[in-house]
């Protein structure tokens, strides 16, 4: 039996709500120790953003001028850490940022590697639009979460004495 496509609408809606608040939830209860520095360098490059990435950031992608409209996860759980704005420069406060930058990458990591789960009962435009959407509401954020960690990484050495 074919579903309608109302009822299809309604399920990817739904699907996408769940799958947004469950990971997010599950994220925001996982202790912050699991998101510390990695011991390999190799997947350290892989998870530090570069000078390079973050002038592209800048310069291709135009960040500073629409990061501030996203809204900020962090507000929505008990457990939650805002990262709309820098409010310290104490030191616990910079390294649980930079911890919380990572966490909230990823979250959209996750979200997004999900998707192909709609793949089950849509059909192959479906699946386009899927994608589309799941790239469009999870890599803003994933920029933005790269971007500020190599400010804050920025700021962490300023602070420091290690520029």
């Known amino acids: 039996m074919k579903m309608s496509d109302e009822l299809l609408l309604l399920w990817n ?3 996408w709500l ?3 608040l469950g990971v997010s939830y599950l994220f925001s209860r996982m202790p ?3 998101f510390t ?3 390999s360098p190799f ?3 892989l998870i530090e953003p570069s000078a ?3 002038l592209w950031y800048e310069e291709k992608l135009l960040v500073k001028k629409w990061k501030e409209r996203l809204p900020d996860g962090g ?3 008990k457990r939650g850490f805002v ?3 820098l409010s310290s420069r104490q030191s616990d406060y910079i390294s649980r940022f930079l911890l919380e930058t990572r966490r909230a990458e990823w979250t959209h990591w996750l979200t997004l590697a999900l998707a192909p789960l709609f793949f089950v009962w849509n059909d192959a435009v479906a699946d386009m639009i899927i994608i589309v959407y799941a790239i469009a509401a999870n890599m803003p954020f994933i920029i933005v979460q790269r971007y500020n960690r190599y400010r804050l990484r920025r700021v962490e050495r300023s602070l420091w004495g290690r520029e």
Do not use: D, M, T, Y
């Open 13 to 15: 809606v739904v699907g």
């Open 18 to 20: 769940l799958i947004h």
């Open 32 to 34: 912050l120790s699991w």
């Open 37 to 39: 520095e990695p011991r």
């Open 43 to 45: 997947v350290a490059g």
């Open 52 to 54: 390079r990435e973050k």
């Open 75 to 77: 507000a929505w759980f």
């Open 83 to 85: 990262k709309r704005e």
